[in-house]
């Protein structure tokens, strides 16, 4: 009897650990903007050559800065940009903040 009581407890034990780590996988994946997810925005229905892009610190909760160097068609120059995107309500990034940083 007592034995099956230590088993019942070591069955409820996993399932609780199973439990809290699989939530903390799927909280930790589904509240972050890859950089190949930024990337695809700054490159969408732009014809432009990506040569350079990072994550910036993260600014808050739901709030990431990407920093982005690039090649226009035809031209040799490298420009910069660094954008603002937003968590929207729905689990979506939206950008609302795009600048040239100083250098």
Known sequence: ??????????CKRYLYLSTLLFLAVVTFSCGR???RTANERFLKNIRLT?????????????????????KKPNDENVYKEVWTF????????????????KE
């Open 50 to 70: 990506l040569s350079f892009s990072q994550k910036l610190v993260k600014a808050g909760e739901g709030v990431e800065y990407h920093h982005f160097a690039f």
């Open 33 to 35: 903007l890859s950089q």
């Open 1 to 10: 009897m007592r034995g099956d009581m230590k088993k019942a407890n070591n």
């Open 86 to 101: 937003i968590q929207q309500d729905d689990g979506t990034w939206k950008v609302t903040g795009r600048w040239t940083p």
